[in-house]
T-cell receptor, first 110, second 116 residues
Framework: DAKTTQPNSMESNEEEPVHLPCNHSTISGTDYIHWYRQLPSQGPEYVIHGLTSNVNNRMASLAIAEDRKSSTLILHRATLRDAAVYYCILRGNYGQNFVFGPGTRLSVLP | GAGVSQSPRYKVAKRGQDVALRCDPISGHVSLFWYQQALGQGPEFLTYFQNEAQLDKSGLPSDRFFAERPEGSVSTLKIQRTQQEDSAVYLC??????????????FGPGTRLTVL
């Protein structure tokens, strides 16, 4: 699976938007971009995924660059519950296994 | 509805002891994955089952690690002769299918193994 790079940590104030970047310059045409997050003492949970177009769901939005070499996870209004490690993962359409990096640790300040 | 459950949640073993970790996936989920997560790191893939067939065990770190899913539902990860470097959180995940688009993985809370 192609490699992703993310900042080690980010901070946000509560109720403000958060933009979590991910670089994936070696992405292939069939790789999906997945985001998972892991709250303290829990297993990872699905956030969102996309292929080429921007995606929105109840949790977040995913903005994918036109060349697909980077993407941004957008939390529209951060809450204290959003404090977690966020993982950006590439996965091919043949069901390859997830390859997690160290992720971005998001701290949300009250 | 019930999610993925794992037991025990915590396990302390003496070095050299054998341990067995259990995963109950979401009912009807075909795919089951095991991951190992060391402190401060992201999960690392261990092995994958499609129903009862173990299709990929490339991530198992040594022959002391063994996983099974005999009836295509519950899975057990067994570690023989535990070593201190086996201390980690062991995560189980299941998904309805393996290939997109319905391949969201649902993770259990993990089993934290400490080897003394």
């Amino acid at each position: 699976d192609a490699k992703t790079t993310q900042p080690n940590s980010m901070e946000s104030n509560e109720e403000e938007p958060v933009h979590l970047p991910c670089n994936h310059s070696t992405i292939s045409g069939t790789d999906y971009i997945h985001w998972y997050r892991q709250l303290p003492s829990q297993g990872p949970e699905y956030v969102i995924h996309g292929l080429t177009s921007n995606v929105n769901n109840r949790m977040a939005s995913l903005a994918i660059a036109e060349d697909r070499k980077s993407s941004t996870l957008i939390l529209h209004r951060a809450t204290l519950r959003d404090a977690a490690v966020y993982y950006c993962i590439l996965r091919g359409n043949y069901g390859q296994n997830f390859v997690f990096g160290p992720g971005t640790r998001l701290s949300v300040l009250p | 509805g019930a999610g993925v459950s794992q037991s025990p949640r915590y396990k302390v073993a003496k070095r050299g002891q054998d341990v067995a970790l259990r995963c109950d996936p979401i009912s009807g989920h075909v795919s089951l994955f095991w991951y190992q997560q060391a402190l401060g790191q992201g999960p690392e893939f261990l092995t994958y089952f499609q129903n009862e067939a173990q299709l990929d065990k490339s991530g198992l770190p040594s022959d002391r690690f063994f996983a099974e899913r005999p009836e295509g539902s519950v899975s057990t990860l067994k570690i023989q002769r535990t070593q201190q470097e086996d201390s980690a959180v062991y995560l189980c995940a299941s998904s309805l299918v393996r290939i997109p688009p319905n391949n969201e993985q649902f993770f259990g809370p993990g089993t934290r193994l400490t080897v003394l």
